[in-house]
């Protein structure tokens, strides 16, 4: 932390809290909205995708009114109050199965927006008010650091997340007498609207499932299924909505922590008003064609990393399905007496885990290269973080050439289907590559926007880059289609393919980027 501005470790604390309760939420998103209201995995894809696309796309609309109202504190603070309003929404208990389809489920949909309209205002700004940290010429060779400190901070939150989220679900199903499996939520939407009409083995999985559900090992009977199926979806879906509390909590601490610490922020408010001379100045030096080019460059980029969010942010959709469906489960068991951490959500800490862990030795690796005067620059480290992202596809189609097609796994035996499962390794191996490859992306990226910005525009900017992200996760609804109708390994060689074929994109502008961003 040395040598770095005295607002960052308040900015990244802040941005902690509110990344905890969002981690929570989207480590349990894409199976909450299946196991709540029995959709497929391509049309929860829909919701996933769309509400993804407009965090970030809110995000533009967030960093419109701060940079007109040049009020970024105010609105970063609104951001963290409307989010709460939104998980608030969310949290609130509600049957399962749903009485009305349509209601429920637009009310679920309401509070999504709400999250991600918050998002909108907190995300981008806070971004902004950190670069602007680094606008000082004592800070402006800690730039890249300073943002590299800031995300690491955003994934201690995202580490813990998870497990909270998992432990709250599971307790509350062993409270209820239950214990926690995977696939009986997608057995019991079926067998409730099938009823004995299930395809393939689906009837005699569920009974199978549902005879080692109750932990003290009541036997369901098959005139039982029905009244078991509604027990066990009511209180596996009530234990989501009360993880939704804890997100709201974090909200309020990431909001004491913000107000507490405002003043350590800059605020471009007084800066344009006492000190515009100096930004003035920055600015009558570029002229309108370096402007100019420097927009052009920053979209260059933004257009290329939209190929790495929607194969990134796999990761709690398709990625969340297969640890769902082929990875071995059972051996991910940690007893904690009240409640039990175990569940494919529990992958999602792992990306987080790994950010922390790297971020020291990515930051050291690039200071030992720098003082060996080998300068490595911002789009060359985004180009071999798009080929890393693209080695981690390659990793998990290898492991995937022998599995069944998810049309082929629902005629599956519940014992054939768990001699096919592959080691829970294989999602931490992936988990660690993209994240190597995350580092040499986003908060570099997220760096490069800041510097390569002109001064006038700087939220502006930072909302293009979430909304270029948006873009990428309007499309993550591809990866659930490709996880339902596609062999399985073929589903990730489209994202390969993506990720590779947007290094060579990349690769062939970084001498023009390098110029024009010099």
């Known amino acids: 932390m040395k040598g770095q501005p005295q607002g960052l470790i308040a900015a990244a604390l802040a941005n902690m809290g509110e990344r905890f309760g969002f981690y929570i939420m989207m480590a349990i998103l894409t199976l909450f909205i299946s196991a709540k209201f029995g959709l497929d995995e391509a049309t929860a894809g829909y919701i996933y995708s769309g509400f993804y696309a407009s965090i970030y796309l809110l995000a533009l609309v967030g960093g419109i009114i701060a940079d007109k109202t040049k009020n970024y504190k105010g609105t970063i603070m609104w951001g963290l109050v409307v989010m709460s309003l939104g998980y608030l929404l969310i949290a609130i208990p509600t049957p399962t199965p749903v009485p009305s389809l349509p209601l429920y489920l637009t009310l679920t949909c309401l509070g999504l927006l ?248 990515i930051m050291w690796f690039f200071g030992w290269l720098r003082k060996r005067n080998v300068e490595v620059s911002t789009p060359m480290k985004i180009a071999i973080g798009m080929g890393i992202a693209a080695t981690a596809y390659l990793f998990l189609m290898f492991f995937s050439l022998a599995l069944p097609g998810k049309a082929a796994l629902a005629g599956m035996k519940a014992d054939q289907v768990q001699s096919i499962l592959v080691t829970p390794w294989v999602m931490v191996g992936l988990y660690f590559i993209l994240t190597v490859a995350e580092l040499f992306i986003s908060p570099l990226g997220l760096a490069f926007v800041s510097k390569v910005a002109p001064p006038h525009m700087q939220g502006l900017m930072q909302g293009f880059w979430l909304a270029a992200t948006a873009v990428g996760n309007a499309l993550l609804f591809v990866g659930g289609w490709l996880y339902m109708h596609t062999p399985m390994w073929a589903t990730w060689f489209v994202f390969v393919a993506a990720c590779g074929l947007s290094m060579l994109v990349m690769l062939s502008m970084v001498r023009w980027l390098e110029r024009v961003t010099r």
């Open 114 to 361: 709400v999250i991600a309209f918050g998002n909108g205002l907190f995300k981008g700004n806070l971004q902004a008010l950190v670069g602007q940290m680094y606008d000082n010429k004592e800070f402006s060779a800690k730039r890249e650091s300073g943002f590299q400190i800031f995300y690491m901070f955003i994934n201690i939150g995202g580490f813990f997340a998870p497990f909270v989220a998992i432990g709250v679900r599971n307790w509350w199903l062993k409270v209820n007498n239950f214990d926690y499996n995977a696939k009986l939520p997608e057995l019991c939407h079926e067998y409730l609207a099938k009823g004995e009409h299930m395809a393939g083995e689906g009837l005699a999985n569920l009974t199978s499932y549902a005879n080692s559900a109750y932990l003290d090992g009541t036997p369901v009977s098959a005139a039982g299924l029905h009244d078991f199926c509604n027990g066990y979806l009511d209180v596996f879906n009530r234990g989501f909505h009360y993880a939704f509390i804890a997100a709201i909590v974090m909200m309020l601490v990431s909001l004491v922590i913000y107000l507490s610490n405002k003043q350590r922020f800059p605020d471009p408010s007084k800066k344009a008003a006492a000190g515009g001379a100096k930004a003035s100045a920055e600015e009558i030096t570029m002229s309108a064609q370096e402007i100019r080019q420097r927009i052009y460059a920053l979209f260059a980029v933004f257009g290329v990393v939209i190929f790495f969010w929607v194969s990134f942010h796999q990761n709690g959709y398709s990625l969340t399905y297969f640890a769902r469906d082929y990875v071995n489960l059972d051996v991910i068991n940690i007893n904690l007496g009240f409640t039990t951490i175990k569940g494919a959500e529990i992958f999602q800490s792992v990306n987080p885990f790994f950010v922390v862990t790297l971020t020291p030795l």
